[in-house]
């Protein structure tokens, strides 16, 4: 279903890496490209499989949604725990 591969990427059979939003809520993001990501949310966990070459610029995206948490990153990889519990493979 998925393989990790030597970065710690998690990557499933169509060559896309989870990468988890730090906020349990839905999020739309186009790329430059024009590629189109819906992160979806499923046992609390938002999470969506985004293309290689996109990774390092979402893990580098920081949140402009409070003042609060100034340069906080709004992406993390998704580990095979997470990604397991978010496809509903795994209670826990």
């Known amino acids: 279903m998925w393989v990790v591969n030597?970065?710690?990427w998690v990557i499933n059979e169509e060559g896309k890496v989870a990468l988890r939003m730090l906020q349990?809520?839905?999020?739309y993001i186009m790329m430059g490209d024009?590629?189109?990501?819906?992160?979806t949310v499923s046992r609390n966990i938002s999470?969506?499989?985004?293309?290689?070459?996109?990774?390092?610029?979402l893990l580098k995206t920081v949140r402009n949604d409070?003042?609060?948490a100034k340069g906080a990153k709004m992406f993390i990889l998704g580990d095979q725990t997470h990604?397991?519990?978010w496809l509903g493979l795994s209670d826990r």
């Open 47 to 57: 999470m969506a499989w985004v293309n290689q070459e996109h990774v390092d610029t």
């Open 6 to 8: 030597d970065k710690g």
């Open 66 to 68: 409070c003042n609060c």
């Open 34 to 39: 024009k590629t189109e990501y819906l992160w």
């Open 24 to 27: 349990s809520t839905p999020k």
């Open 83 to 85: 990604v397991a519990r």
